[in-house]
């Protein structure tokens, strides 16, 4: 059988490794236009619940990772000078580069040699070819081929983010918000590493704009992010990597497969970076993937609708709750009028998957110093 794969960043790696796992005389060729150390970003974050998913799945994936990362419980949210912890929420977190090479690694030991620097503009490298796989992000050549076999629908968040990192390793994913000279920001942050953080910084559309940020240079809207945030840095500074101003884009894709050929991770759909990673959900595809072609001997005229119609309910789900959670920070200046221990509630709530109760029963002690609060403020 002939697989080709467009893209050698997880999702594309992961998903030849599992391939040839399952089918070792498989003839796997992947194609990724960057070098093989190229990787934009950070940080990649797990929730508790996601390695829960990957270790069931796929225990020899988890063992190689699970290693590397860092860990810790809760999420704080920073807001007018006061720290408020939400508990029970477990994260791990490693860099992206870390991350791809141990996929290199495991892809190498089962065989499958990718080609680095070679950009494919015409899917007709992979004539003959039983299954085509589109590993290869947003901007997908598989999908571009034939969009309207796809249903394709992308369109634009208004908010503003630009992904940085920083030497300064922080204690728990924290949210923290800052009204400003411009206008209101906001920063996403973690540790994926004992001395490295992902900084995603994020304002609306007026802040971009009194700030001037469209026409400077990286280095001096860098400096400002940096005064912004200057009690968070305590020293440290900001780590420029492509670190470019953008909108986030929201794909969707009615139909996940056109002829043998097949979407994946970005290629097939995004989701908000303030509720879950891109990487994990992409990896949940590939297993549902693999496990479609496996149920159906590799007959991909039947794996491929048998894939979308296991995993699509699970998406959708995961998805819209992303985009209740896109939509929440879409307007997380007028949030920030809320007093810190509010905000942290609407922040909890944001998603519309859970109630005030279902989060008391993961966050027991937020909920409880809430209620207490809000009981104070009634007297």
């Given at each position: 059988m002939r697989i080709g794969i467009l893209g050698a960043g997880p999702a594309g790696l992961y998903a030849a490794t599992l391939i040839k796992r399952a089918k070792p005389d498989a003839d796997i060729q992947i194609f990724d236009q960057s070098p093989a150390d190229a990787t934009w970003g950070f940080g990649v974050v797990f929730s508790k619940r996601a390695l829960e998913f990957l270790?069931?799945?796929?225990?020899?994936?988890?063992?190689?990772?699970?290693?590397k990362m860092e860990t810790w419980d809760g999420i704080t949210i920073s807001h007018k000078g006061e720290k408020v912890k939400v508990d029970g929420i477990g994260f791990s977190a490693i860099g992206r580069l870390e991350m791809l090479k141990l996929f290199q690694q495991q892809a190498a030991k089962v065989g499958v040699k990718p080609i680095y620097d070679m950009r494919i503009d015409s899917l007709s490298v992979f004539d003959g070819a039983d299954l085509v796989i589109a590993a290869d992000g947003l901007n997908s050549v598989v999908r571009a081929e034939a969009p309207q076999s796809y249903g394709e629908k992308t369109y634009f968040l208004h908010n503003r983010f630009c992904w940085y990192g920083t030497t300064k390793p922080f204690e728990t994913l924290t949210q923290t918000f800052k009204e400003t000279e411009y206008g209101f920001f906001n920063v996403h942050h973690y540790r994926f590493s004992p001395n490295q953080s992902t900084f995603l910084v994020e304002c609306d559309e007026v802040a971009f704009r009194n700030a001037g940020f469209e026409n400077m240079l990286e280095e001096e809207y860098r400096k400002i992010c940096e005064g912004i945030f200057v009690e968070e840095f305590e020293g440290h500074a900001l780590i420029n990597n492509n670190s470019i101003w953008r909108r986030f884009p929201v794909l969707e894709n009615a139909r996940w497969y056109h002829k043998n050929r097949v979407l994946v991770g970005d290629a097939l759909h995004t989701a908000h970076y303030s509720i879950g990673s891109g990487t994990r959900l992409a990896m949940e595809d590939v297993i549902a993937l693999v496990d479609a072609l496996k149920e159906n001997d590799f007959d991909v005229t039947k794996a491929?609708?048998?894939?979308?119609?296991?995993?699509?309910?699970?998406?959708?789900?995961?998805?819209?709750?992303?985009?209740?959670?896109?939509?929440?920070?879409?307007n997380f200046g007028e949030h920030m009028a809320l007093d810190p221990w509010e905000l942290a509630r609407s922040y909890a709530?944001?998603?519309?998957?859970?109630?005030?109760?279902?989060?008391?029963?993961?966050?027991?002690?937020?909920?409880?110093?809430?209620?207490?609060?809000?009981?104070e403020a009634a007297l």
């Open positions: 270790r069931e799945g796929d225990p020899e994936t988890a063992d190689l990772i699970e290693p491929l609708p048998a894939y979308q119609e296991k995993r699509q309910p699970v998406l959708t789900k995961l998805t819209a709750a992303a985009l209740s959670s896109a939509l929440w920070y879409e709530l944001r998603s519309g998957r859970l109630s005030i109760e279902d989060v008391a029963k993961i966050s027991p002690r937020f909920v409880e110093q809430l209620n207490l609060r809000e009981k």
